[in-house]
């Protein structure tokens, strides 16, 4: 994908691409932004959201976009997504009762780290499923198998 296909598809020059983006790294940055912070809005909006919920929701969120995030993947275009990721989600974590985040636990950031990790890992093993893999179930399959090694999640 270069900058030449992007500027044709939107049907506006080269010229006026660069007068609103820096290359194509920075629309991408901008599109996985934009895509990540929807997710935490769509969370807010749906308030007293179970953690078991809000893992059904990011599944269901991505792979509802997942033939975007392939073409991204395809041209070596989605790597910033976990960072951005872990800006967002770790600024809103904090404020959500989650299994880990109590006093005696500690390094609730790090546990945080670790689950944004995850699930971006298990979303992009997911993204190429044939069968597609069904979110709900996808979700089910993976707090179950959480729950039964940690005792902490249900």
Known sequence: MT????????????????????GKTDVVRRYLEKLIV???????RMDGMSFAQGIQHYFVYFLDRAPRLRLLRSNGLLDSAISIQNEVFTRRFPQLNLPWHEPE???????DLFVVGGLWNVLTDS????PPVDPTRLSATLMSQ???????LS
């Open 3 to 22: 900058v030449s296909e992007i500027a044709a598809k939107a049907e506006i020059s080269r010229k006026t691409f660069y007068r609103h983006f820096d």
């Open 38 to 44: 929807g997710l935490v809005d769509e969370d807010e």
């Open 105 to 111: 636990l500690g390094e609730e950031r790090l546990a």
């Open 127 to 130: 993204l190429d499923a044939d």
């Open 146 to 152: 959480v729950a039964k090694r940690t005792g902490k």
